[in-house]
Nanobody, 126 residues
Framework: QVQLQLSGGGSVQAGGSLRLSCKAP????????VGWFRQAPGKEREGVAA??????LYADDVKGRFTLSRDNAKNAVYLQMSSLKPEDTAMYFC?????????????????????WGLGTQVTVSS
């Protein structure tokens, strides 16, 4: 099971930006599908974005505001979040999967990811 480390959460005002990082200290994250998820208080965890099987995929409510990228030299996957809204406030997680289970529409399904990092809090104030 791949071990993941998250960083980059914090508090910002609406309209601000944050970049989350997901790293795999003991694995080559470049060969994994990586998904970003978030969970707001009282709500279910939901998919935000993924880099899976050669595709970049985004939830509708973050399209145009969030950008997922990879830096294989740093063994990292990033989630750049811009134009943040109060409703983006949540605990954010990254997850990784080596097989093709998270390809296509399956990227949103948490059970398709084998490794999870501990969450990082993102708080957006109005």
């Amino acid at each position: 099971q791949v071990q993941l480390q998250l960083s980059g959460g914090g508090s910002v005002q609406a309209g601000g930006s944050l970049r989350l990082s997901c790293k795999a200290p003991e694995s080559n994250i470049g060969v994994y599908s990586v998904g970003w998820f978030r969970q707001a208080p009282g709500k279910e965890r939901e998919g935000v974005a993924a880099s899976a099987c050669g595709s970049l995929l985004y939830a509708d409510d973050v399209k145009g505001r969030f950008t997922l990228s990879r830096d294989n030299a740093k063994n990292a996957v990033y989630l750049q979040m811009s134009s943040l809204k109060p409703e983006d406030t949540a605990m954010y997680f990254c997850a990784a999967e080596l097989s093709d289970r998270a390809c296509g529409d399956n990227w949103r399904m948490q059970r398709n990811y084998d490794g999870w990092g501990l969450g990082t809090q993102v708080t957006v104030s109005s």
